[in-house]
């Protein structure tokens, strides 16, 4: 599977997802994967991603660096660097620290680079804690007051 | 004389002027054209620049416009919708914040880009003409 221009070393990449793969759920992983078929659904990881050109996923994507030479349909969020090619095909928003577009690459979403942004992307957002509410108890009525003195 | 190529905002039409020229009528939609060079070196604010040449922000610069232009290279800071009918370059230490639409786009590394953006060859960038409203034409009748 790996020959030619798609030389790649086993240390960077152990998961490779086939050009005749079509795999669709959640992927989680730790150092890198390289996808040169197809995938749907999300994917979640520290390590590198690397959409190959012949590659097309559609899935919401967090990753520490996101190279794009295929196709992805969905917002994308490293956590350092995310390279577009210029063969890249990207529409969703795209978040992270570092953002290098080659000339030629395809890109329809929002982008927010930075290392404000790229925080975010680290952090989950949560949900905003509320401030408890004051229960309101209504006044009760004494019935003992309401005795009339002998 | 060196000319240079420039497009018309309006209806896209190729025009080959001078380089030394500051602005150009179009032949086919009569719209008058800038095709002026711009450099930004210091700080400036405006509401819209239009040209059919390029505009340069260096280091020093700080552009605060909307912007509708062939191609814009940023290295300083820029704030504003850009429309570009060629590229849009970022430079490493620029700044860019609002949304780009354009036939190119490069970013290097480390430039800071905020805002929507959509990069697209085939992108049509030339308004179509809207027709005016059913009526516009029509002779007001005295109100009774």
Known sequence: MISGENKVSDNDFPTIIGPDA??????????????????????????????????????????????????????????DLVELKNSARLQGDLRCERLIVVDGAHFVGHCNVGSDAAGEAASPKKAPVQAPQPVYKPPQTNIDSNKTAD | MQEKTVYCLHCGKELIVSIRAVSTGCPVCNHRLSVE?????????????ETCGSVTITPSGMLRACLRVNNLFVEGD???????????????????????????????????????????????LIPTPSPAPAGANAKRQPAK
């Open chain 2, 78 to 124: 820029h704030q504003g919708n850009v429309t570009a009918a060629g590229k849009v370059t970022i430079t490493a230490d620029a700044s860019f914040a609002g949304d780009i639409i354009a036939h190119r786009l490069e970013v290097r590394d480390g430039a800071l880009v905020k805002g929507f953006c959509r990069i697209d060859p085939q992108l049509e």
């Open chain 2, 37 to 49: 060079d711009f450099t930004v070196t210091s700080i400036l604010s405006r509401s819209l620049i």
């Open chain 1, 22 to 79: 079509s795999f669709k759920g959640e992927l989680s992983f730790e150092k890198g994967v390289k996808i040169l078929g197809s995938f749907e659904g999300r994917i979640s990881t520290k390590g590198n991603l690397v959409v190959a050109a012949e590659g097309a996923i559609q899935a919401d994507v967090e990753a520490g660096t996101i190279t794009v030479e295929g196709e992805i349909n969905g917002n994308i969020s490293a956590g």
